[in-house]
């Protein structure tokens, strides 16, 4: 996939931000359940003096249980980038950049595969946005002349043109829009 439909600044941002938020979110996830675990425990056992002891450990698992989200979005990045990583060759080598051939390759629901590639653009891994009417994604560096696809009469091959007279990549043969 050419350098000007995505933006890889933005993934590996997003990459090493998302291992960060992962970590930070199970360290402090782990760290405030132990505090709540073994105040529960002093509360259990008839340490605790207060209604400060008594109250602490229901605060530490709820500061352990505000770790989550963190924990569920960063696991999202990871997933959508491991899927973009999936998509961008398939992309590559699929001329008009349907939606349900994507899918159909990579054997993927139409739905999520519509979904992930609108995230995707959104976060501005794609630079582009998926079309809903024509069930392709288009990348705003392509020419704003339509690109048709055409089976070569000749050998078959699947081709990319853009004007009448194109000829076939593979064996020359001319082909019609």
Known sequence: ???EQNNPFRIVCDTWLARIGSFNAWFWLV??????????????????????????PFVSFGFAAANIPLLLASRKTKRLIKDFR?????????????????????????????????????????NGYLDHQRQQLVFAAQPQSPVHVRYCPGCGAKNAIKKTGDACRYCGAPLNV
């Open 31 to 56: 760290l405030w359940a132990l505090m709540g675990i073994v105040g529960l425990g002093d509360l259990m056992n008839g340490k605790a003096a207060d209604t400060v002891d008594k109250v602490m």
């Open 86 to 126: 999936l998509y961008g060759p398939v992309l590559a080598h699929e001329p008009d950049k349907s939606v349900p051939q994507l899918a159909a390759a990579l054997n993927k629901p139409l739905e999520e595969v519509k979904g992930q590639l609108t995230e995707m653009c959104r976060r501005g891994y794609f």
């Open 1 to 3: 996939m050419a350098n």
